[in-house]
C-alpha cells in the first residue's frame, strides 16, 4: 500500500455544465477516520462514489489504496468496503444469507465466512439473521448494510452517513464498533455525514466541502480553534430575532445569529460581556430562559465557513449527484 490509504489531487466530477466536485485535494493515512462534513446536494456522495470507482472523475486524480480509481477499479474493490445512502440489500434473503453472499463474492470460504460473520454480530441482533431482509426496519437494514460491508475484512471503509435513520442507541452501537475496528484492525474509514457530534466523536481529522469545494481541514479541535471566540448562548421565550438585534448594537460582539428559540453571540470575552448580554436583554423585557458560555463547536465552524448548518443547499443536477 501506498504511504496515503486515500488520496486525491484535483478531483473533479461534472454533469453537463454543473461540476459536483470542484478540484478537491485529501490525504487520508492507513489507520485515520477521516469525517466529511457537508450539505446536502455539496457534493459529499459525489466525492464518495468515485473513490469507489462508482463514478469516474472528469478530471485530476484518485488512489485508493495505492491504486487508480479509473485505472485499476478491481483492485480498488478488492481492498474496500462501502454502505452507502441507499443499502445495497436482496429483499428475498435472510440476514445470514446476505452476509454469506457478500463473503463469498469476495473469496471466502464457509470457515472463513462463519468467523466474519461473527465478527460482525456486534452491528447486528443475532434473532434478526434468520429473518428474510424484506421484514426489516429501515434502521436494520442499516446496520445489516454496515456489517456487509466489512464481512471481507477490508483495508478501508467508505460509509456514506451511516447512522441515518437510527435510533440513538443503534447509531452508538455504530460508533462503537467503528471505534473498535480503527482501534484493534487499523481499519481506515472514510465517513460522510450530517452529524456535527457524530464528526467530533469519531474523525481524526474533518474536511469540511461546500457546493464542491473543500473550504476547511484539520482535527476537530483546530477547526474549532480558528475560531478563537467564546459563544454565549441565551434562550428566550420571545422572538429571538428582537434579542439578535439587540445584542448585536453591543461593543466586543463579533457575531449574532439566532437559531430556533436561541441567539448565538460570539465575542473574544466571553466571561467579561455574560453580564452586559444578560443586562440588554432585561432592559428590553426579553424573557430569558437559559444564559450560558461554551466554546465554538463544529457548528460554529461549519456556520462560519458555509453561511448556513448541516441542512440543504441548492442541488446539483446530474443523473448521479446526492
Request: net charge negative; with cysteine; glycine share 10%.
Amino acid at each position: 500500500m501506498s504511504p496515503s490509504a486515500v488520496r486525491t489531487e484535483g478531483l473533479v466530477r461534472r454533469f453537463g455544465q454543473i461540476t459536483a466536485v470542484d478540484r478537491v485535494d485529501i490525504d487520508v493515512a492507513p489507520g485515520e477516520i477521516y469525517g466529511f462534513l457537508g450539505p446536502n446536494g455539496a457534493g459529499k456522495s459525489t466525492f464518495i462514489r468515485m473513490l469507489c470507482t462508482l463514478l469516474v472523475p472528469s478530471a485530476g486524480e484518485a488512489r485508493v489504496g495505492g491504486f487508480d480509481v479509473a485505472t485499476e477499479p478491481l483492485a480498488v474493490r478488492l481492498r474496500i468496503g462501502a454502505a452507502l445512502q441507499e443499502a445495497a440489500l436482496d429483499d428475498k434473503l435472510t440476514g445470514s444469507e446476505q452476509l454469506a453472499v457478500q463473503a463469498r463474492v469476495y473469496g471466502l470460504r464457509s470457515r472463513e465466512v462463519r468467523r466474519r460473520i461473527r465478527a460482525v454480530m456486534p452491528l447486528l441482533d443475532p434473532a434478526w439473521l434468520r429473518r428474510r431482509i424484506a421484514t426489516y426496519s429501515g434502521g436494520m437494514r442499516r446496520r445489516l448494510d454496515l456489517a456487509t460491508a466489512l464481512i471481507h475484512n477490508p483495508e478501508i471503509v467508505f460509509l456514506d452517513e451511516p447512522t441515518t435513520g437510527l435510533d440513538p442507541q443503534g447509531r452508538v452501537a455504530v460508533w462503537d464498533e467503528i471505534r473498535r475496528l480503527n482501534r484493534e484492525d487499523g481499519l481506515t474509514v472514510f465517513l460522510t455525514t450530517q452529524y456535527l457530534e457524530e464528526a467530533d466523536s469519531l474523525a481524526d481529522r474533518v474536511g469540511i466541502i461546500d457546493r464542491g469545494r473543500l473550504v476547511a481541514e484539520g482535527t476537530p479541535n483546530e477547526l474549532k480553534e480558528r475560531l478563537g471566540d467564546d459563544v454565549i448562548v441565551a434562550r428566550v421565550a420571545s422572538d429571538p430575532a428582537v434579542a439578535r438585534d439587540v445584542l448585536a448594537t453591543l461593543p466586543g460582539i463579533t457575531g449574532v445569529e439566532a437559531r430556533g428559540n436561541e441567539v448565538y453571540v460570539r465575542t473574544e470575552r466571553g466571561s467579561e460581556m455574560i453580564s452586559p448580554v444578560a443586562v440588554a436583554l432585561a432592559a428590553r423585557r426579553i424573557d430569558v430562559v437559559e444564559l450560558a458560555l461554551r466554546r465554538p463547536t463544529l457548528d460554529d465552524v461549519f456556520v462560519e465557513l458555509t453561511g448556513g448548518h448541516l441542512g440543504p443547499s441548492p442541488p446539483v443536477s446530474g443523473p448521479d449527484h446526492e
